[in-house]
């Protein structure tokens, strides 16, 4: 018995091995055949990989999305941009190669090898930027070269183009290198150290719309860093194109008519709410924000007295003068305190307390009602009513009627304005409000404060009847491919605090302004075209006391207290189509200096729209 089981124990014991023997047999023939596949069959390309190539990732940026005037006609667009890097894994020896680069780039070495420095850290395989755009001469002589310059790298990409130089530079905005800051906010997912985006203006705002999706390639390299070719490529998707809502024509000449001056001119459709022009001077050349600006021009830009950097049109505030009266008659009647035939006499002053306030208009305007006080622009009319009316019911007035806030408009840094009141003096200075003050306010001087957008929204209230739209830059959004995305609609964001009678008798004031001969903008009249509008002059020196403008020699009166000119207007009269708000820097006059560039910008744009021949 014991035999037999020692005998069946042996036999199992064999079974066993020769399967483990087969199984080790087999394993190692399928290893020696892979083996003889690798080293014989595919020796040759595999030891060429190895030895030489390798397989890299490389960006694909996207082509940002175009920008359009409301009909069609292109303003910014990209062109092609050769950009030199290097990769410093395939750049052996880099010394010598730099050396050689510089021959045919026209770039001392050294401040290509400075470039180089400030990137330390970075990886061997992640190109260095040494120059943006070479241009086609450099870039030929690198193809010729390129044996000769391992791991240098000329990438193609889109770069922004400013087709019309200066034009709508403060609308449009410009682009600039992402920020250590940025990256680090969040705000800009998926973006990488050295990428372009909107900085400010448009350009800013619909970033997320114009910006597009990255894509890329995997490709083959040899040892000097060449492409081989190209594996696998993942296509980038371009940005949307938008339709602005300015007019390409009517923007050019808003930007002629400022040109010499510093100052604003904003066209808006008061029933859409549409802005036709925003003008800004001086102004500033986006394409060289993209191509590189030295530190020289940047500083001329900044330390400019003008301002050229601001956008004078939402950004700067200017006391709204005597358009503020449009805000003081609205409140006068609307409260009672007088009616259209309410007059007050004006021998071309008023005495408050112990002080004299004084008329712009030195022998006065004698008798005067609320129309007659807006055409002509009687200060002594409008003190009395702001004497009635208190601070604090004027300034709920003014912010109804839309000032001391911001429109909304789709731009960064826009200014809210100040309307004052007694409480907001007392929290500010911890003085009591004076009466003379109020007077002040009720002409628009003293501590009122407006941008001209404001005073744009306030005009075309009165032109449309009433109604307060958002303004709006943006007109319609489109795909590369022309496919409608977005068509932007008016936004009704309040209404004037106006009965319709109030706003008759406050238009017919604006349109005696234009249109009656002792009106302040009679300059302005057009035979083909009624308008109607109010001047203002912002003075930068009180009329009261020893700091009376009148008794400064205006001959030499230095530039800097020099008053601001305003002019806001709309026409048609009865049917408008357009409102127009300018304020010239140290103009003087509204009725000399503002009121002809509004007058002539309005036909321009009827011209335009084939309502004048």
């Given at each position: 018995?014991?035999?037999?089981?020692?005998?069946?124990?042996?036999?199992?014991?064999?079974?066993?091995?020769?399967?483990?023997?087969?199984?080790?047999?087999?394993?190692?023939?399928?290893?020696?055949?892979?083996?003889?596949?690798?080293?014989?069959?595919?020796?040759?390309?595999?030891?060429?990989?190895?030895?030489?190539n390798c397989i890299r990732?490389?960006?694909?940026?996207?082509?940002?999305?175009?920008?359009?005037?409301?009909?069609?006609?292109?303003?910014?667009?990209?062109?092609?941009?050769?950009?030199?890097?290097?990769?410093?894994?395939?750049?052996?020896?880099?010394?010598?190669?730099?050396?050689?680069?510089?021959?045919?780039?026209?770039?001392?070495?050294?401040?290509?090898?400075?470039?180089?420095?400030?990137?330390?850290?970075?990886?061997?395989?992640?190109?260095?930027?040494?120059?943006?755009?070479?241009?086609?001469?450099?870039?030929?002589?690198?193809?010729?070269?390129?044996?000769?310059?391992?791991?240098?790298?000329?990438?193609?990409?889109?770069?922004?183009?400013?087709?019309?130089?200066?034009?709508?530079?403060?609308?449009?905005?410009?682009?600039?290198?992402?920020?250590?800051?940025?990256?680090?906010?969040?705000?800009?997912?998926?973006?990488?150290?050295?990428?372009?985006?909107?900085?400010?203006?448009?350009?800013?705002?619909?970033?997320?719309?114009?910006?597009?999706?990255?894509?890329?390639?995997?490709?083959?390299?040899?040892?000097?860093?060449?492409?081989?070719?190209?594996?696998?490529?993942?296509?980038?998707?371009?940005?949307?194109?938008?339709?602005?809502?300015?007019?390409?024509?009517?923007?050019?000449?808003?930007?002629?008519?400022?040109?010499?001056?510093?100052?604003?001119?904003?066209?808006?459709?008061?029933?859409?709410?549409?802005?036709?022009?925003?003008?800004?001077?001086?102004?500033?050349?986006?394409?060289?924000?993209?191509?590189?600006?030295?530190?020289?021009?940047?500083?001329?830009?900044?330390?400019?007295?003008?301002?050229?950097?601001?956008?004078?049109?939402?950004?700067?505030?200017?006391?709204?003068?005597?358009?503020?009266?449009?805000?003081?008659?609205?409140?006068?009647?609307?409260?009672?305190?007088?009616?259209?035939?309410?007059?007050?006499?004006?021998?071309?002053?008023?005495?408050?307390?112990?002080?004299?306030?004084?008329?712009?208009?030195?022998?006065?305007?004698?008798?005067?009602?609320?129309?007659?006080?807006?055409?002509?622009?009687?200060?002594?009319?409008?003190?009395?009513?702001?004497?009635?009316?208190?601070?604090?019911?004027?300034?709920?007035?003014?912010?109804?009627?839309?000032?001391?806030?911001?429109?909304?408009?789709?731009?960064?840094?826009?200014?809210?304005?100040?309307?004052?009141?007694?409480?907001?003096?007392?929290?500010?200075?911890?003085?009591?409000?004076?009466?003379?003050?109020?007077?002040?306010?009720?002409?628009?001087?003293?501590?009122?404060?407006?941008?001209?957008?404001?005073?744009?929204?306030?005009?075309?209230?009165?032109?449309?009847?009433?109604?307060?739209?958002?303004?709006?830059?943006?007109?319609?959004?489109?795909?590369?491919?022309?496919?409608?995305?977005?068509?932007?609609?008016?936004?009704?964001?309040?209404?004037?605090?106006?009965?319709?009678?109030?706003?008759?008798?406050?238009?017919?004031?604006?349109?005696?302004?234009v249109n009656k001969k002792?009106?302040?903008?009679?300059?302005?009249?057009?035979?083909?075209?009624?308008?109607?509008?109010?001047?203002?002059?912002?003075?930068?020196?009180?009329?009261?006391?020893?700091?009376?403008?009148?008794?400064?020699?205006?001959?030499?009166k230095p530039d800097h207290?020099?008053?601001?000119?305003?002019?806001?207007?709309?026409?048609?009269?009865?049917?408008?189509?357009?409102?127009?708000?300018?304020?010239?820097?140290?103009?003087?006059?509204?009725?000399?200096?503002?009121?002809?560039?509004?007058?002539?910008?309005?036909?321009?744009?009827?011209?335009?729209?084939?309502?004048?021949?």
């Open positions: 018995m014991s035999k037999y089981l020692q005998s069946a124990d042996t036999d199992w014991y064999k079974r066993r091995l020769t399967g483990v023997v087969f199984l080790v047999l087999t394993a190692f023939l399928v290893l020696i055949a892979r083996l003889f596949y690798l080293q014989v069959i595919e020796g040759d390309e595999l030891r060429r990989l190895s030895e030489n990732l490389q960006n694909i940026e996207p082509s940002r999305g175009l920008i359009f005037d409301r009909n069609g006609k292109l303003l910014v667009d990209n062109r092609p941009s050769f950009d030199l890097n290097i990769i410093l894994k395939d750049a052996k020896p880099v010394e010598h190669t730099i050396e050689m680069l510089s021959q045919y780039v026209d770039v001392p070495a050294t401040e290509l090898m400075s470039k180089i420095s400030r990137n330390k850290g970075i990886s061997f395989y992640t190109p260095v930027l040494l120059k943006q755009d070479i241009g086609r001469d450099a870039l030929a002589a690198i193809e010729v070269h390129k044996y000769n310059l391992p791991g240098i790298v000329v990438s193609v990409k889109p770069r922004r183009h400013y087709i019309y130089k200066q034009n709508a530079a403060h609308l449009i905005g410009y682009l600039g290198e992402i920020s250590s800051d940025e990256l680090k906010s969040g705000k800009y997912s998926g973006y990488r150290a050295g990428d372009y985006i909107g900085k400010f203006g448009v350009e800013k705002t619909y970033e997320g719309l114009l910006r597009g999706k990255r894509g890329g390639r995997q490709v083959e390299v040899n040892a000097a860093g060449q492409v081989v070719r190209v594996l696998r490529t993942v296509e980038a998707f371009p940005g949307h194109n938008i339709y602005l809502s300015i007019d390409y024509l009517l923007q050019k000449k808003a930007e002629e008519l400022l040109e010499g001056s510093a100052g604003a001119i904003i066209a808006m459709d008061p029933a859409t709410g549409q802005i036709l022009a925003m003008a800004s001077s001086p102004a500033f050349d986006q394409n060289a924000f993209v191509d590189g600006m030295s530190h020289e021009q940047w500083d001329s830009l900044v330390s400019n007295p003008f301002r050229p950097m601001e956008n004078k049109a939402i950004n700067a505030e200017y006391p709204p003068a005597s358009v503020y009266k449009i805000v003081t008659a609205i409140a006068a009647l609307e409260e009672g305190i007088i009616d259209e035939n309410t007059t007050f006499y004006c021998p071309g002053y008023y005495k408050c307390g112990n002080r004299v306030f004084r008329c712009w208009k030195k022998r006065g305007h004698d008798k005067v009602n609320v129309v007659k006080a807006l055409a002509e622009s009687c200060d002594v009319f409008f003190y009395q009513v702001g004497q009635k009316l208190g601070v604090d019911r004027l300034a709920w007035y003014a912010r109804a009627c839309g000032l001391g806030s911001t429109t909304g408009i789709d731009l960064n840094h826009e200014a809210n304005g100040l309307i004052p009141t007694a409480a907001w003096k007392r929290a500010r200075t911890g003085i009591r409000w004076q009466l003379g003050e109020t007077l002040s306010v009720a002409i628009g001087q003293g501590y009122n404060l407006a941008t001209p957008l404001q005073m744009m929204s306030l005009i075309s209230e009165i032109a449309n009847g009433g109604i307060r739209y958002k303004p709006l830059i943006l007109k319609k959004v489109e795909t590369a491919e022309g496919e409608l995305v977005n068509e932007n609609k008016s936004k009704v964001t309040g209404k004037l605090p106006a009965g319709q009678r109030t706003l008759e008798i406050v238009r017919q004031g604006l349109w005696d302004v002792k009106g302040t903008a009679w300059i302005a009249h057009v035979d083909d075209v009624d308008i109607s509008g109010k001047t203002g002059t912002a003075q930068l020196v009180s009329r009261t006391g020893s700091n009376d403008d009148a008794s400064i020699d205006k001959a030499n207290l020099k008053s601001h000119a305003w002019f806001a207007a709309y026409a048609p009269s009865k049917a408008p189509q357009i409102a127009v708000v300018v304020i010239v820097e140290h103009g003087e006059h509204g009725s000399s200096a503002a009121a002809p560039l509004a007058s002539e910008l309005i036909t321009t744009y009827l011209s335009i729209v084939g309502e004048l021949n």
